[in-house]
């Protein structure tokens, strides 16, 4: 079936996600979740109300309690799951994809990722077979709650102190826009502050330059300090410098990292901070370098959360904008890491700092290539072979090689990767080199070994 993915079932509504399939994933969840009380949210698309009354339906069949909490983004929905101990939680939303998409993320207990290795090819697996669960003797029940003003009152004991921050915040027509309003203060720009799931202004991938274009405008016609963006469901954040200039997810993790060792140390916490292959060598030395134990991990949030936990880590970011907290309950959250960036920032004017100061330490190390992705490739296994075969004759033998997904080389001064898409044909570069030159030529090298 093909919606059901690595990390969570997203298609697009009407053909590869029906209503029907979302009443049978509700059929399924409570027995496979081992949950009497599962905790429902939804994002502002037009198509998730059809979703929601689907799922519940399939849910409450099942004798599972369910409790709604209608528009919500997907940090409330993975926070109040850990917090008030429901057995399970959906948050329906297809989170960056453009609109016509929906889709269902599901937890375990404990806000626990479930992914498709971890319970949802068992749901898939059944409802391929037609054997639903039977339907409870004793139907559950569906009870609405409002847990807005509990959930801003929570992050707010994170504020810190941002007096004299200039800002803007572009929530992107998305869920961000629920709790805006009480989440940033006057002196910020809000752009697109209301949820439209049709996203008017432009699409809820922050990744792609061109939604990013009417936040760097604000920051530099008004001079702000920094400007923060978020995806449709508001589990990402991302942000411009002072000079509106991209800056790279994964930059911000040594600053997260010790911002909450200062800040809000946890007695007994190991100093470990996750990242993916993916990450740029300048974070994994700056945190080594201020006392950290950088553990590299799979892309995706399954992996990280999991990782996390089991470390009894700090916190932890990929390249694609998830920031994962300890004080989040392991999970990834775009407005507690939105709250710590502009503590961060303000701290950092205090002292005379731009927020590009305070990254170049991170950020001048290397040249970067950013993700690069080359479609259509077939056959994805082979290719990463040749790929390998190729930068290995440009740059000779690796230090060191990670395989666990795709494949990672490092050099003494240098590294390159090559990964495959899990959903699409795709393979995706990206590497660093000290010098422009050597960094076009192992791009080079790659793209043409595939």
């Known amino acids: 079936m093909t919606a059901f993915k690595a990390y969570d079932i997203r298609g697009i509504y009407g053909t590869e996600l029906t209503d029907d399939l979302a009443y049978q994933v509700g059929r399924c969840l409570p027995a496979m979740l081992g949950a009497t009380s599962i905790l429902v949210g939804r994002d502002a698309r037009t198509s998730s109300p059809a979703l929601r ?31 008030k101990g429901f057995g399970g939680s959906v948050m329906i939303t297809a989170s960056h994809n453009p609109p016509e998409y929906n889709g269902l993320k599901v937890s375990k207990a404990e806000a626990r990722p479930c992914g498709y290795h971890l319970g949802l090819s068992d749901v898939e697996a059944q409802i391929v077979s037609g054997n639903l669960p039977p339907a409870a003797a004793t139907p559950g029940t569906v009870t609405q709650a409002d847990y807005r003003a509990e959930y801003t009152a929570w992050l707010n004991t994170f504020r810190g102190d941002i007096s004299g921050l200039n800002y803007a915040v572009d929530c992107s027509d998305g869920a961000a826009g629920l709790i805006a309003e009480d989440l940033f203060d006057s002196a910020a720009v809000l752009l697109n ?73 946890v007695e007994g916490m190991a100093p470990v901070v996750v990242h993916d292959i993916r990450t740029s060598r300048g974070v994994m030395e700056n945190l080594r370098e201020t006392g950290f134990d950088p553990l590299m991990v799979r892309v995706g949030a399954a992996f990280a959360k999991t990782a996390l936990r089991e470390q009894n ?45 305070i990254l170049a330490p991170i950020l001048n190390r ?43 080389l490092d050099w003494a001064d240098a590294w390159f990767g090559v990964r495959a898409s899990n959903t699409e044909p795709i393979l995706r570069l990206a590497g660093e080199t000290r010098t422009q030159e050597r960094l076009d030529a192992l791009l080079a090298a790659a793209k043409s070994a595939i």
């Open 193 to 265: 502050a209301k949820p439209d799931g049709t996203f008017p202004h432009h699409g809820p991938n922050p990744l792609e330059m061109e939604n990013c274009e009417q936040l760097i405008a604000a920051v530099k016609q008004n001079a702000l300090d920094v400007g923060l963006i978020f995806d449709g469901d508001a589990d990402r954040v991302m942000c411009v410098d002072e000079q509106g200039e991209f800056v790279p997810p994964d930059a911000l993790i040594p600053l997260f990292a010790q911002w909450l060792r200062e800040h809000f140390p």
């Open 313 to 357: 880590g700090l916190c932890g970011g990929e390249v694609a904008g998830h920031y994962y907290f300890r004080h989040f309950y392991w999970c990834d959250s775009g407005e507690l890491a939105a709250r710590f960036l502009l503590a961060i920032v303000a701290d950092a004017k205090r002292k005379g700092q731009t927020f590009s100061q």
């Open 53 to 83: 009354d689907a799922l519940v339906r399939g849910l409450t069949e099942a004798g599972a309690d369910v409790t709604d909490m209608g528009l919500a983004t997907t940090p409330m929905v993975y926070f109040f799951t850990a917090a």
């Open 366 to 408: 290397y040249k970067r290539s950013g993700e690069v992705n080359v479609h259509g490739v077939t056959d994805r296994a082979a290719a990463i072979a040749r790929v390998e075969t190729a930068v290995v004759a440009l740059m000779g033998a690796p230090l060191q090689r990670a395989d666990f997904d795709g494949i990672r």
